[in-house]
T-cell receptor
Framework: ETGVTQTPRHLVMGMTNKKSLKCEQH?????MYWYKQSAKKPLELMFV???????ENNSVPSRFSPECPNSSHLFLHLHTLQPEDSALYLC?????????????FGNGTRLTVT | DAKTTQPPSMDCAEGRAANLPCNHS???????VYWYRQIHSQGPQYIIH???NNETNEMASLIITEDRKSSTLILPHATLRDTAVYYC?????????????FGPGTSLSVIP
């Protein structure tokens, strides 16, 4: 149990579908993150939220849309994805976003786009 | 931003100490060294971090050289469950994880 829960664990979707990934943290942290991990590639930071405000968007395509309704929940809305978007999507949280507190990761959603 | 260099893979016999090296020659004075590991099909797990002094917790020990240009993560008695990819990262001081770069890490195989 990491304190960060992601659902679903696995998702298969067509390129015309709309789906959402959910993340919930039970650690009282103030910062939350979405990372993408493609096969044979290092983790890539997608979005950062601090106190429910988005503070970073690393040139992520608009077909990925994050939402942070409160400090405990984070969503990643997906629409018209491409097969190259197939990857493991990881949510993480930290006490603050200074980089001086450890990241706590969920176990990810394995996404396959067909 | 500081980056790290790690060997791509290592083997360790079960029950022996696993010593995983990391080079971070461009590290700045206020940057921390963090270690995470990722077991297959799971998210990365925080192990330990340090600034200057050596650190120890229930999982591992972290040895940082005096010039802070390299560090070693030590798993004192490796078990099969320690087989994972280990990431060494440097956290830029005073700024956010936006600037943190995860490399490919070291794939540690613990052999029976």
């Amino acid at each position: 149990e990491t304190g960060v829960t992601q659902t679903p664990r696995h998702l298969v979707m067509g390129m015309t579908n709309k789906k959402s990934l959910k993340c919930e943290q039970h650690l009282g942290h103030n910062a939350m993150y979405w990372y993408k991990q493609s096969a044979k590639k290092p983790l890539e930071l997608m979005f950062v939220y601090s106190l429910e405000e988005r503070v970073e968007n690393n040139s992520v395509p608009s077909r990925f849309s994050p939402e942070c309704p409160n400090s405990s929940h984070l969503f990643l809305h997906l629409h018209t994805l491409q097969p190259e978007d197939s990857a493991l999507y990881l949510c993480a949280s930290s006490q603050d976003r200074t980089g001086h507190s450890p990241l706590h990761f969920g176990n990810g959603t394995r996404l396959t786009v067909t | 931003d500081a980056k790290t260099t790690q060997p791509p893979s290592m083997d360790c016999a079960e029950g022996r100490a696993a010593n995983l090296p990391c080079n971070h020659s461009t590290i700045s004075g206020n940057e921390y060294v963090y270690w995470y590991r990722q077991i297959h099909s799971q998210g990365p797990q925080y192990i330990i971090h340090g600034l200057k002094n050596n650190e120890t917790n229930e999982m591992a020990s972290l040895i940082i050289t005096e010039d802070r240009k390299s560090s070693t993560l030590i798993l004192p008695h490796a078990t099969l469950r320690d087989t994972a990819v280990y990431y060494c990262i440097v956290s830029p001081g005073g700024t956010s994880y936006d600037k943190v770069i995860f490399g490919p890490g070291t794939s540690l195989s613990v052999i029976p």
